[in-house]
């Protein structure tokens, strides 16, 4: 199944950006979709943004579209999640998922506060 590993959290001022990553090992890279998920303290996990084998091919949640992007690199078998204009209600656990498989990485943690 592989594993994911994300990074690149942290805590960030509202209308900051930061850009995260999942380092994916263990499987074809070139050929997997991948998404990245949220889980605020005392809500669900909730779907971001999606990007499958042919890098054109992206999907946004409705908080996401406009201000996050969704990229990959073959070659360095990474997925990444650039945010911009983070609004306090972006602050959660950002968790990035092989599509059509149980490999989840371990989250990293957003905090957008002032």
């Known amino acids: 199944q592989g594993h994911l590993v994300e990074s690149g959290g942290g805590l960030v001022q509202p209308g900051g950006s930061l850009t995260l990553s999942c380092v994916a090992a263990g499987f074809t890279f070139s050929g997997a979709a991948f998404q990245w998920f949220r889980q605020a303290p005392g809500k669900e996990r909730e779907h971001v943004a999606t990007?499958?084998?042919?890098?054109?091919?992206?999907d946004y949640s409705a908080s996401a579209k406009g201000r996050f992007t969704i990229s990959r690199d073959n070659r360095k078998e990474t997925v990444y999640l650039q945010m911009t204009n983070l609004k306090p209600e972006d602050t959660a656990v950002y968790y990035c998922h092989r599509m059509n498989y149980e490999t989840w990485g371990q989250g990293t943690q957003v905090t957008v506060a002032s």
């Open positions: 990007i499958y084998s042919t890098h054109t091919l992206t």
